[in-house]
């Protein structure tokens, strides 16, 4: 199927920045959705923005003016730029991507998530 890989976590000051990356790798696919959820201690993990295969984006309206999603269909991967980190930012972050992979003349849905990366917020 597809692998997702992210990159980029860290501790950082609260007002500070950082870039998350994934790639995604695996056989012939094409992804439609890619997109960063994150998960606090003891809650639920949450949507924090997605970004369709044209460009469209929708973000949770807490990091609204803050956080930025952007991907690079040629060589599969998403980015998230992180600006402005308050400590309530302060999770696991995860990357999610959807589309089809292609084995022979038949395609196959698939649902990636990567193995997470900490983000943590010192105030």
């Known amino acids: 199927q597809v692998q997702l890989v992210e990159s980029g976590g860290g501790l950082v000051q609260a007002g500070g920045s950082l870039r998350l990356s994934c790639a995604a790798s695996g056989r012939t696919f094409t992804i439609n959705r890619m997109g960063w959820y994150r998960q606090a201690p003891g809650k639920q993990r949450e949507l924090v923005a997605t970004i369709s295969r044209s460009g469209s984006t929708n973000s949770a309206d807490s990091v609204k003016g803050r956080f930025t999603i952007a991907r690079d269909n040629a060589n599969n991967r998403v980015y998230l730029q992180m600006n402005s980190l308050k400590p309530e930012d302060t999770a696991v972050y995860y990357c999610?991507?959807?589309?089809?992979?292609?084995?022979?003349?038949?395609?196959?849905?698939?649902?990636?998530w990567g193995q997470g990366t900490q983000v943590t917020v010192s105030s």
């Open positions: 999610n991507a959807g589309g089809a992979y292609y084995t022979g003349i038949a395609a196959y849905p698939f649902d990636s």
